[in-house]
T-cell receptor
């Protein structure tokens, strides 16, 4: 089945630093990847849609200069949280089209900004 | 845009009983409705899905029903087991691929042994 690998699974960083999260589709090409954010005990909130070779489309209220998304190839999309602050601490998860239809989610990244 | 509402937010059932989770959506153009199970700190796992040309789908102990006219769909889990305890999310999309999902707010299901 379709597999999306997401790294790192956990990261702790100091306030003001940047963190890069990677999502790779291992056995299929993902022309579209989606990035979600999930606060504890809350639903997944779509942050942006990442299309290979073009600029990401951000949801209303998501700062594109803070959450940089790059989808340089059909198998890799990255989310960089720039100048992270404690309020950016969250669970970030990507998803991509699966070969059998529907979406495959990455394993998620728990970001803690101290 | 699409708005998905999900109820209840928490649900406790005795082992062996049934559990029902309901969702409504607002955009009649939505035509793909997956359900995800998410255990604490893990990725959501697709457990069942339904397309708008189908009214009901069943997979062993899990079933989903869809009422397009009323714009609501439900997840039914029968003969619940402790390992069914998790957070369940419904979602709506305009297609099975290429479009984002709009998620419900989640239901925390606890199955009491």
């Amino acid at each position: 089945g379709a597999v999306v690998s997401q790294h790192p699974s956990r990261v702790i960083c100091k306030s003001g630093t940047s963190v890069k999260i990677e999502c790779r589709s291992l056995d299929f090409q993902a022309t579209t990847m989606f990035w979600y954010r999930q606060f504890p005990k809350q639903s997944l909130m779509l942050m942006a849609t990442s299309n290979e070779g073009s600029k990401a489309t951000y949801e209303q209220g998501v700062e594109k200069d803070k959450f940089l998304i790059n989808h340089a190839s059909l198998t890799l999309s990255t989310l960089t949280v720039t100048s992270a602050h404690p309020e950016d601490s969250s669970f970030y998860i990507c998803s991509a089209d699966g070969t059998l239809g529907g979406y495959t989610f990455g394993s998620g990244t728990r970001l803690t900004v101290v | 845009g699409e708005n998905v509402e999900q109820h209840p937010s928490t649900l406790s059932v005795q082992e062996g009983d049934s559990a029902v989770i309901k969702c409504t959506y607002s955009d009649s153009a939505s035509n793909y409705f997956p359900w995800y199970k998410q255990e604490l700190g893990k990725r959501p796992q697709l457990i069942i899905d339904i397309r708008s040309n189908v009214g009901e789908k069943k997979d062993q102990r899990i079933a989903v029903t869809l009422n397009k006219t009323a714009k609501h769909f439900s997840l039914h889990i029968t003969e619940t087991q402790p390992e069914d305890s998790a957070v369940y999310f419904c979602a709506a999309s305009f297609s099975i691929s290429g479009n984002q999902f709009y998620f419900g707010t989640g239901t925390s299901l606890t199955v009491i042994p």
